[in-house]
């Protein structure tokens, strides 16, 4: 069983920044993939983007260019830096990780808003 913890959510104006952080409770060196997925009210759950084992990237159309995805396997630790911050960002943010064994963990989900 691996929990994931997000944090570092809240209320930004449009153009600004924020780093969201996803805690592991488990090692995250030996996980297959981690990303982020949004979920916006009234809207389906949507990528944000996906770092693997060997950090290669990946972000969805809406994001890339602004976003960047990261992680710190010694932490345990994936991070995901959003600048130039828009009002249509605003959602729950969920960390995602699929393990070797292709099982999937999600976490809470931390709120980004912005707004001016």
């Known amino acids: 069983q691996v929990t994931l913890v997000e944090s570092g959510g809240g209320l930004v104006q449009p153009g600004g920044s924020l780093r969201l952080s996803c805690a592991a409770s488990?090692?995250?060196?030996?996980?297959?993939?981690m990303g982020w997925w949004r979920q916006a009210p009234g809207k389906k759950r949507e990528w944000v983007a996906t770092?693997?084992?060997?950090?290669?990237?990946a972000y969805g159309d809406s994001v890339r260019g602004r976003f960047t995805i990261s992680r710190e396997n010694a932490k345990n630790m994936v991070y995901l830096q959003m600048n130039n911050l828009k009002p249509e960002d605003t959602a729950v943010y969920y960390c995602?990780?699929?393990?070797?064994?292709?099982?999937?963990?999600w976490g809470q989900g931390t709120q980004v808003t912005v707004s001016l």
């Open positions: 995602k990780i699929r393990t070797r064994t292709e099982t999937v963990y």
């Open positions: 488990t090692s995250i060196s030996t996980f297959n993939t």
């Open positions: 770092i693997t084992s060997g950090s290669s990237r």
